[in-house]
C-alpha cells in the first residue's frame, strides 16, 4: 500500500494525519509489511488518533497511559470482542515505540500499556477421515483433465501438504517449487522466507498442473504457479471458493483455506512431529502462536495415557 493510497480521516487534526503518513512509509518501506497488515495497522492507528482528536489534542506529546486506557475503554463500550481489543492495544504499543523511536514523542505511553487477554479458541479442523474425503472428492472433480480441476486438486493437496497461509500459496512463482527435492519456498509476514516441504501426492499433483498450465497461460501471466481461469495470478477469494467446494462436496464440516493450515498443524501433531518443527513450517514467529494446535482428542489422550502409565 503507497502512502499516498492512505485513506484521508476527516476527523483528524491534521498534524496527526501527516504522522500517519509517516506511519504508513515506515510500514510499507522499512518494515515491508503485507499489504493487509499496513491497512490493519492504520486502521487502528487512525482510531486512536482520532479519539484524541476529539478528546481536544493536536500533538502526540499529549498522549499518556490514561488516554490510551480510555480509548480501550471505548472500544470495550462500543462492544468490541477482547480479541480485537488485544489486537488494537498491541498496534498502539508499536506505534508508540516507532514515535519515540524517531523522536517525535519524549516517552512512551505504549510500554505501560497492557493488553486485555483474548479468549483462546480452539481452531476448527477436519479429521482425517474427512480430509481424505475431501482430497479424494478434488481428484474426482479432476479426473476430466480440465486445467481448472486439475489446477484446483494441486491447489488443495498443496495447502494440506504444507499448512501455507493462501496468502502465501498466491504468492507463489514457479521457480519457488522445487520438484526434485519436494520442497516450496515460501515468503511469510514481514517477507520472512522459509522453506517447506510436501509430499508425493502433493508433488504429484503439482507435476500434473505444470504439465497442464500452459493452457491457462496468457499475456501477461507472467511466473505465478496458480493462475486463475483468464490467465492472471490466481486471487485469494478464488482460492476460497475452491476450498468451500470441494468441502461441501462431501458434506464435511466447512472451513476455510486458514482451516485446512490448522488441520494439516493438527496431524502432523497427531503424528509425532515436535512443536518446535511445526513453529518453523507454519512460519510462527512465537512457539505461543503454535501452542494452540496441542490439543488432543480425548480418545488419542487415553491411548497414550494406556499405553505409558504403568498402573493404567
Known amino acids: 500500500m503507497a502512502p499516498d493510497a492512505v485513506s484521508p480521516n476527516p476527523h483528524l487534526a491534521e498534524s496527526f494525519a501527516v504522522l500517519l503518513a509517516d506511519y ?3 510500514l510499507t518501506a522499512e518494515r515491508d509489511l503485507s499489504e493487509h497488515s499496513v491497512r490493519a495497522y492504520l486502521g487502528d492507528v487512525s482510531d486512536l488518533l482520532e479519539h484524541l482528536t476529539r478528546l481536544g489534542h493536536d500533538e502526540l ?3 499518556d497511559i490514561r488516554g490510551l486506557r480510555s480509548w480501550l475503554a471505548k472500544q470495550q463500550s462500543l462492544g468490541k470482542s477482547r480479541s480485537t481489543m488485544a489486537r488494537r492495544a498491541t498496534a498502539a504499543r508499536v506505534f508508540t515505540a516507532w514515535a519515540q523511536r524517531t523522536g517525535r514523542i ?3 505511553p505504549g510500554a505501560l ?3 486485555p487477554k483474548p479468549h483462546k479458541s480452539l481452531p476448527g479442523v477436519l479429521g ?3 480430509t481424505r474425503a475431501v482430497l479424494d472428492a478434488a481428484a474426482v472433480a479432476a479426473d476430466d483433465g480440465s486445467p481448472v480441476g486439475l489446477r484446483d486438486l494441486a491447489i488443495m493437496e ?3 501438504a504444507t499448512g501455507i497461509r493462501v496468502g502465501e500459496l498466491c504468492g507463489l512463482d514457479i521457480d519457488d517449487v522445487d520438484t526434485s527435492r519436494r520442497v516450496v519456498r515460501v515468503f511469510g509476514k514481514g517477507r520472512k522466507e522459509r522453506s517447506v516441504p510436501y509430499g508425493v501426492p502433493a508433488g504429484a499433483t503439482l507435476d500434473t ?3 497442464v498450465r500452459p493452457r491457462l497461460v496468457r499475456e501477461g501471466s507472467g511466473p505465478a504457479l496458480f493462475l486463475g481461469a483468464r490467465g492472471g495470478r490466481i486471487d485469494q477469494r478464488a482460492v476460497r471458493r475452491v476450498v468451500h467446494a470441494r468441502i461441501e462436496a462431501v458434506d464435511a464440516p466447512d472451513l476455510s483455506p486458514h482451516g485446512l493450515r490448522h488441520t494439516a498443524a493438527t496431524h502432523l501433531l497427531e503424528g509425532g512431529a515436535d512443536l518446535r518443527s511445526v513453529q518453523e513450517l507454519l512460519g510462527h514467529a ?4 503454535t501452542q494452540i494446535y496441542t490439543h488432543v482428542s480425548g480418545d488419542r489422550l487415553r491411548r497414550a495415557y494406556e499405553q505409558a502409565h504403568p498402573r493404567a
Do not use: F, G, P
Open 209 to 211: 498442473w505444470l504439465a
Open 286 to 289: 512465537s512457539l505461543a502462536t
Open 158 to 160: 498443496l495447502l494440506y
Open 106 to 108: 519524549e516517552t512512551d
Open 61 to 63: 506529546n499529549s498522549l
Open 128 to 130: 482425517q477421515v474427512d
Open 113 to 115: 500499556l497492557a493488553s
Open 24 to 26: 504508513a512509509r515506515h
